[in-house]
């Protein structure tokens, strides 16, 4: 238990992005919400890679302590790529920490000419229809140094099951 404790660590930014974004015949703005958990200022800065044309609000700024800051992305819808999907990459750095998110682009034609309804959204963040323990890897921000607690965490709760069932055995005993 000691061990899952001490593992655990918390990030000092949080960044909430959609996971999917639809381009139709128009540009498309998409907010980013990012949280300084930090209780000092942290300068921040915004790299985004995509196969479009596009506008970022701020690239470079300074979040007070507890902070947050609203960026927005314009996006620019292009008539060669229609009907297809590319992934994009989101990059947001604050302070010594690094914020990774592939955002996925879908480009679709004119609205009149949508023929299946958007992937839904829950809170602004996107849901997908899986189950078991691998979707654990489908996770955007997920971390090596992340996959690591879990499986300290794992290996800790087997050896604390099993310090309690052996404690069990012990008492029956006398």
């Known amino acids: 238990m000691a061990i899952t404790l001490i593992c655990i660590s918390t990030l000092a930014i949080s960044v909430d992005s959609p996971g999917t974004v639809y381009l139709y015949d128009e540009a498309k703005e998409v ?11 942290q300068d921040y800065s915004i790299e985004f890679d995509a196969p ?6 701020k690239t470079t700024g300074t979040i007070a302590g507890n902070g947050r800051e609203t960026v927005s992305i314009k996006l620019y819808p292009r008539s060669d790529l229609v009907g297809q999907t590319y992934k994009s990459k989101l990059e947001v750095n604050i302070g010594n920490e690094r914020f990774v998110k592939q955002l996925r682009i879908v480009f679709r034609g004119a609205q009149e000419e949508q023929a299946e309804e958007p992937e839904p959204e829950v809170n602004g963040t996107e849901t997908d229809l899986a189950t078991s323990f691998f979707t654990l890897f489908a996770l955007p921000a997920i971390t090596a140094e992340l996959l690591v607690n879990l499986v300290l965490m794992v290996v800790s709760a087997i050896l604390l099951i099993a310090f309690i069932a052996r404690f069990v055995k012990r008492m029956e005993g006398h």
Do not use: G, M, P, W
């Open 31 to 41: 907010s980013l919400k990012i949280v300084n958990q930090e209780d000092s200022a």
């Open 52 to 57: 479009t044309r596009f506008e970022l609000s």
